[in-house]
């Protein structure tokens, strides 16, 4: 996907501004749909029938985008400089996007979480194989990804887009074929009710009961003591954090209280875990901001610089490799030598917490931005001294694999985060945030190029924007990367802030347990 920036560059015309955000704007909208997958499936279907159901409009989605790669009647026109997609050429390229994005993001919300199930976390043994689970799966991912860049983006360039686009059609399908092979074997946890019900019936008794006295303590709040209705449910104690939620769970004075005006103290509990994780969401999301623009803006620095490594040409779009080779690397080497050595000084099944893992990932970002625009310096200068002689390629490689290593920590980290805090009936859909933090990066990068040409442009001396047209030359995105440098610096002392401030659910359970020991 990643690739396509140059698709819609050179074949649909678009301009370099347009190109980034058109991609952003995809990119952003299959992680936000990822969370209509987390839904479903943890409402509706399991997340076997999702992942399928979904994976079909995925195929689908290729199918289009392949076949308006290969037709010429729905290309616009090569001598088109200007506004070159409308009419029925823009209906099929945007129709296409639009399923491919709905798809795309079915299957994320729900294929991680499918995998996770297989583990019991409660188990030591369990909770263990359950870090290793999210390690292993950024690994397979990072290895589709490998093959896409190189192999698939060479046949792209060499040969024709939509052979390309056919090739990822056909990878799609074999995938879920095997996905589907599975069926058997896996583990489905049993479906529960709406998980937005349950938040918005809680939100909206807590709203009703607003001037209700809560209880000095806290078993008197309503609650189910039913074995039978948490065989499979989680049961939540009770936390002193949010409490104006506490007074949905008021008992009322009916004698037997309709569901609609109180709710228990394990559904309340549901609500406060997923508001405690809303700050970390917010906090990663600059992070995410910045990948977006290097996924971007590098492959198009990449058009500009001398494309051959080791005497063979390396087209722009195969960039994203020297993450992934890192990251392919790196990964096995983390899960075999450094969590291993972790767990024996810190105890914990995954070497470091979650959040710890995370906030190495936002140190490694801010970086990585910085020595972007040191790179671009570099590109920038000896381009205007002697463009017929730029320098290599490979100086991308040291911005992307610094943030390949901060991808690699950030997203598995989230993921895992996101999978063990959340609520037993609301593991797809907390999974998703991972993906929601990706989905508002990608759209805040659109608004940031915007937003900085506007302003640039009118405090810049020659009145251009540090984005502007269609030659890098005369931008100064250098510029730009050092603005997203501080700007994740500052969000990272908020990050901080946030996470000293989360309380893990098994720390909240026990702190809680030890207070009533106390008394």
């Known amino acids: 996907m990643v690739s396509m920036v140059i698709y819609f560059h050179y074949l649909l015309k678009f301009d370099i501004p347009t190109s980034s955000n058109t991609l952003t704007n995809f990119l952003g909208s299959v992680c936000l749909l990822s969370l209509l997958g987390g839904f479903i499936s943890d409402t509706y279907l399991n997340r076997l029938y999702t992942i399928l159901i979904f994976g079909s409009l995925e195929v689908i989605g290729l199918s289009m985008v392949t076949i308006q790669a290969y037709s010429k009647d729905l290309r616009p026109d090569l001598t088109c400089e200007k506004s070159c997609i409308k009419g029925g050429i823009a209906l099929m390229f945007y129709g296409s996007l639009s399923i491919l994005a709905i798809g795309t993001g079915g299957v994320k919300g729900a294929l991680p979480a499918l995998g996770a199930d297989q583990f019991d976390s409660k188990d030591p043994k369990g909770a263990k194989q359950l870090g290793s689970y999210f390690n292993w799966y950024m690994l397979s991912t990072t290895f589709g990804a490998m093959i896409g860049v190189t192999f698939v983006v060479w046949v792209s360039i060499n040969k024709d887009w939509y052979w390309g686009f056919f090739m990822g059609t056909m990878a799609a399908i074999v995938g879920f074929i095997a996905i589907a092979l599975g069926k058997p ?107 977006a623009q290097l996924q971007t803006f590098s492959v198009l620095q990449g058009a500009f610089m001398d494309q051959h490594i080791f005497g063979k040409k390396f087209p722009p779009a195969s960039i994203p490799i020297f993450p992934l080779v890192f990251m392919t690397f790196l990964i096995p080497i983390y899960e075999f030598v450094v969590v291993p050595f972790a767990r024996k000084i810190t105890g914990h099944p995954s070497g470091i917490t979650q959040l710890q893992r995370v906030g190495v990932g936002l140190i490694l970002s801010i970086i990585s931005m910085g020595v972007a625009g040191i790179i671009e310096v570099k590109r920038r200068d000896q381009s205007i001294k002697d463009p017929f002689n730029p320098i290599s390629l490979f100086w991308l490689s040291f911005q992307y694999g610094i943030f390949g290593l901060a991808d690699m920590f950030t997203i598995v980290g989230l993921m895992e985060f996101f999978y063990k805090e959340a609520p037993s009936g609301m593991k797809s859909l907390a999974t998703s945030f991972a993906w929601l933090s990706l989905s508002f990066g990608y759209f805040l990068s659109s608004a940031f190029v915007d937003i900085m040409n506007a302003v640039t442009k009118k405090i810049a001396p020659s009145k251009k924007g540090w984005i502007e047209g269609d030659n890098l030359d005369e931008s100064n995105l250098n510029l730009f990367y050092w603005f997203l440098a501080v700007l994740s610096t500052l969000n990272f002392v908020v990050y901080l802030l946030c996470a000293s401030w989360y309380k893990y659910k098994e720390d909240t359970a026990e702190s809680e347990t030890e207070s009533r020991n106390d008394q």
């Open 185 to 291: 074997f896996y583990h489905y946890p049993p479906l529960r009710s709406s998980p937005l019900l349950r938040i918005a019936q809680v939100i909206v008794v807590a709203f009703k009961n607003r001037r209700l006295t809560l209880p000095e303590n806290p078993d008197e709040l309503f609650e189910i003591n039913d074995i039978d209705k948490y065989q499979y449910d989680e049961k939540l104690p009770h936390t002193n954090q949010f409490r104006l939620l506490d007074k949905a769970a008021i008992v009322p004075l009916e004698t037997f209280p309709q569901p609609w005006k109180v709710c228990t103290v394990t559904q309340v509990e549901e609500v406060k875990v997923l508001t405690r994780m809303l700050p970390i969401l917010a906090s990663t999301i600059i992070m995410n901001t910045c990948l």
